[in-house]
């Protein structure tokens, strides 16, 4: 059975602090994504990475994806207010035919103004 | 609005009834997915259709639940004799067929069994 571990499972932090939230497994995905959900809403891709080794970078935050594909990192600089939420890495089977995403689980972050 | 649309958004429920939950997927993609997500957990899988064809059920879903894709358009997932146990968000996806496309998800149907 794959998993995803992800850490910390809740971080509350000052508004202009940095953090980083790690998402590991000790299986390889071919990919992997990355998603925000707020409460009662769905979960909202805010990024993919395919290639091990992969950086993305989205304003404030910067994703990475492990050179063996077994684990990412979300890095938020400057936090604000606004990233509040549930953040959601989920990785897709590599060579999967449904291609369905295997969810962690889970870091609730709260920024404090 | 062109995203995954889901209807209900909220449903609350008798124990022992029955509920029906609709999907509608990004009009050309050809994946669609349902998750249930319970209260600080992520995502479940419950299962997977490829246009029309239920090609993947997780065994999470018990045969009190049953989902259809008629015409591989909008899905529709039903639970029967509902129990406490069912209270959880029901999310919908879809993506296109393809290695590693990204899925994009619905509002969520939040279930409550009293």
């Known amino acids: 059975t794959q998993l995803l571990e992800q850490s910390p499972q809740f971080l509350s932090i000052q508004e202009g602090e940095n953090l980083t939230v790690y998402c590991n497994s000790s299986?390889?995905?071919?990919?992997l994504q990355w998603y925000r959900q707020e409460p009662g809403e769905g979960p909202v891709l805010l990024v993919t990475?395919?290639?091990?080794?992969e950086v993305k970078k989205l304003k404030r935050l910067t994703f990475q994806f492990g050179d063996a594909r077994k684990d990412s990192s979300l890095h938020i600089t400057a936090a604000q207010p606004g990233d509040t939420g549930l953040y959601l890495c989920?990785?897709?089977?590599?060579?999967?035919?449904?291609?369905?995403?295997?969810f962690g689980t889970g870091t609730l972050l709260a920024v404090q103004p | 609005d062109t995203g995954v649309s889901q209807d209900p958004r909220h449903k609350i429920t008798k124990r022992g009834q029955n509920v029906t939950f609709r999907c509608d997927p990004i009009?050309?993609?050809?994946?669609l997915y349902w998750y249930r997500q319970t209260l600080g957990q992520g995502p479940e899988f419950l299962t997977y259709?490829?246009?029309?064809?239920?090609?993947?059920k997780s065994r999470l879903l018990s045969d009190r639940f049953s989902a259809e894709r008629p015409k591989g358009s909008f899905s529709t997932l039903e639970i029967q004799r509902t129990e406490q146990g069912d209270s959880a968000m029901y999310l919908c996806?879809?993506?296109?067929?393809?290695?590693?496309?990204?899925?994009?998800f619905g509002q969520g149907t939040r279930l409550t069994v009293v």
């Open positions: 996806a879809s993506s296109r067929f393809g290695q590693n496309t990204e899925a994009f």
């Open positions: 299986s390889v995905f071919s990919s």
């Open positions: 990475v395919v290639t091990g080794g």
């Open positions: 989920a990785g897709s089977s590599y060579g999967g035919a449904t291609n369905k995403l295997i």
């Open positions: 009009s050309e993609h050809n994946r």
């Open positions: 259709f490829q246009n029309e064809a239920q090609l993947e």
